[in-house]
Nanobody
């Protein structure tokens, strides 16, 4: 499984961005996907998750009602719609695929920078 993120950039506080994560390869083996972020000097943290079979979603407490994770089956793409962004949301955002192919495996995208500043 290969992942490519896009959609990051510079945004003012209170603004919105939508990140995309396009998957390719053994897509049928993917059972869940996640968005993580890593701020400078901090550990990578899980932001949101979505399951493939049921589209069940989960969010880290600080982003509930602000971020929305979704996916487009036809485009093999996962999204993270982020609203009311604040400087604390500044980080590199990564998507991750969890899949089973002879064993449980994970794949990561290359990351996309989100910078929230006035």
């Amino acid at each position: 499984v290969q992942l490519v993120e896009s959609g990051g950039g510079l945004v003012q506080p209170g603004g919105s961005l939508r990140l995309s994560c396009e998957a390719s390869g053994s897509i049928s083996s993917v059972y869940a996907m996640d968005w993580y972020r890593q701020a400078q000097g901090k550990q990578r943290e899980l932001v949101a998750s979505i399951t493939i079979r049921t589209d069940t979603t989960r969010y880290e407490d600080s982003v509930k009602c602000l971020f929305t994770i979704s996916r487009d089956r036809a485009k093999n793409t996962m999204y993270l719609q982020m609203s009311r962004l604040q400087p604390v949301d500044t980080a590199i955002y990564y998507c991750k695929a969890n899949y089973y192919l002879d064993a449980f495996r994970t794949a990561w995208g290359q990351g996309t920078q989100v910078t929230v500043t006035s």
